[in-house]
């Protein structure tokens, strides 16, 4: 998974999968859900992000992950 703020848009985008987006629905006004070609959710765009998420803290809890990386 990767997360990824894009300040000069104010979007976040949430990869959950490396598999490519064939298929994207509006779910919010400015929310929108990726899926691949089997129908699997692979991210997550949020236009306005700054309005609709926390964006000065992120939690990490009990992820079953062997690798970190945080870059400020």
């Known amino acids: 998974m990767k997360i990824s703020y894009y300040p000069d848009t104010d979007s976040l985008y949430i990869?959950?999968?490396?598999?490519?987006?064939?298929?994207?629905?509006?779910?919010?006004?400015?929310?929108?859900l990726d899926y691949d070609a089997q129908g699997r959710l692979v991210g997550i765009d949020?236009?306005?992000?700054?309005?609709?998420?926390?964006?000065?803290?992120?939690?990490l809890s009990k992820l079953p992950a062997s690798e970190k990386i945080i870059v400020a």
């Not at 949020?46 to 939690?59: F, G, Q, W, Y």
């Open 15 to 32: 990869d959950l999968s490396e598999q490519p987006s064939a298929e994207s629905r509006e779910i919010s006004e400015g929310v929108v």
């Open 46 to 59: 949020i236009d306005n992000a700054s309005n609709k998420v926390e964006l000065k803290k992120l939690t």
